[in-house]
T-cell receptor, first 116, second 116 residues
Framework: AQKVTQAQTEISVVEKEDVTLDCVYETRDTTYYLFWYKQPPSGELVFLIRRNSFDEQNEISGRYSWNFQKSTSSFNFTITASQVVDSAVYFC?????????????FGTGTRLKVLA | DTGVSQDPRHKITKRGQNVTFRCDPI?????LYWYRQTLGQGPEFLTYFQNEAQLEKSRLLSDRFSAERPKGSFSTLEIQRTEQGDSAMYLC??????????????FGEGSWLTVV
């Protein structure tokens, strides 16, 4: 069965601190995709990044970086020099690449509070 | 570029009433999805359309729920005889079929339903 675990329910940091959000996944598929989405108070899920199971290169986009490790089934997300605007709920998600796009399995989310 | 739009954004209804939500996907996206999100949880898959064809329904979608996408463009999600347990945010999403999309789906801002 597929499963995504985000063990951190809520994290509070002071502005400019670095913060890492953890994501551990389970799947028996060899082909799959991993995602991170941001959900601000407005409710919309904003796509941040996609990774396929064959690409273990880490990625950096501005203050955001992602560490994908198949050996530990983890796909962690780091925000460097956090800002108040980063406050939101962040979701990690998994989808089967073989069967198509429709079924995302989401974690329960991590609420990030960045304090000024 | 217009994103996924949903209407209404908020709906309060009495138990037993019917409600309908509308979703307009990103133009040129032929795939459309409905997810449901309750407080403190990640979104859960409900159903999926490719053009006008409804290809899969989750077991979460009881017979009181019906979704349509009559012309392969906008979609409606109707809930009949609402129950308090239906209170949730209903998220619509869409995606394009190309390989380059990599299973990425783009969400709307959601429709909040409160059943009193």
């Amino acid at each position: 069965a597929q499963k995504v675990t985000q063990a951190q329910t809520e994290i509070s940091v002071v502005e400019k601190e670095d913060v890492t959000l953890d994501c551990v996944y389970e799947t028996r598929d060899t082909t799959y995709y991993l995602f991170w989405y941001k959900q601000p108070p407005s409710g919309e899920l904003v796509f941040l990044i996609r990774r396929n199971s064959f690409d273990e290169q880490n990625e950096i986009s501005g203050r955001y970086s992602w560490n994908f490790q198949k050996s530990t089934s983890s796909f962690n997300f780091t925000i460097t020099a956090s800002q108040v605007v980063d406050s939101a709920v962040y979701f990690c998600a998994l989808s089967e690449g073989r069967r198509g796009t429709y079924k995302y399995i989401f974690g329960t989310g991590t609420r990030l509070k960045v304090l000024a | 570029d217009t994103g996924v739009s949903q209407d209404p954004r908020h709906k309060i209804t009495k138990r037993g009433q019917n409600v309908t939500f509308r979703c307009d996907p990103i133009s040129e996206h032929n795939r459309l999805y409905w997810y449901r999100q309750t407080l403190g949880q990640g979104p859960e898959f409900l159903t999926y359309f490719q053009n006008e064809a409804q290809l899969e329904k989750s077991r979460l979608l009881s017979d009181r729920f019906s979704a349509e996408r009559p012309k392969g463009s906008f979609s409606t999600l109707e809930i009949q005889r609402t129950e308090q347990g239906d209170s949730a945010m209903y998220l619509c999403a869409s995606s394009s079929p190309g390989r380059s999309s990599g299973n990425t789906i783009y969400f709307g801002e959601g429709s909040w339903l409160t059943v009193v």
